[in-house]
Nanobody, 122 residues
Framework: VQLQAFGGGLVQAGGSLKLSCAASGRTFSSYFMGWFRQAPGKEREFVAGISWSGSSTYYADSVKGRFTISRDNAKNTGYLQMNSLEPEDTAVYYC????????????????WGQGTQVTVSS
């Protein structure tokens, strides 16, 4: 499966953005999907993950209560709604997919999108 993340941009602290991850192929609905981010000078970190059915979701502690992951399998698209954004959320955000149950484990993801920049100004 090929992934393309988009929807990033510049937003003020306290604002919101919604990222999308468009997947090609007909089997997107069978993949676990995750969002990761990488800030300048830092390692890439897990942000959120969602099971193929959408029934199970996982979040990093730093985004719980502010970010919501979702998916629309009919549209082959996943989403990350980001509210109450903070300057510390500034990073390149990547979507990823896994045929298993990768959850928070970066090394288990099989497919990665190209990333979209999110910048939060204070």
């Amino acid at each position: 499966v090929q992934l393309q993340a988009f929807g990033g941009g510049l937003v003020q602290a306290g604002g919101s953005l919604k990222l999308s991850c468009a997947a090609s192929g007909r089997t997107f609905s069978s993949y676990f999907m995750g969002w990761f981010r990488q800030a300048p000078g830092k390692e890439r970190e897990f942000v959120a993950g969602i099971s193929w059915s959408g029934s199970s979701t996982y979040y990093a502690d730093s985004v719980k209560g502010r970010f919501t992951i979702s998916r629309d399998n009919a549209k082959n698209t996943g989403y990350l709604q980001m509210n109450s954004l903070e300057p510390e959320d500034t990073a390149v955000y990547y979507c990823a997919a896994d045929r298993g149950l990768a959850t928070i484990h970066e090394h288990k993801y099989d497919y990665w999108g190209q990333g979209t920049q999110v910048t939060v100004s204070s």
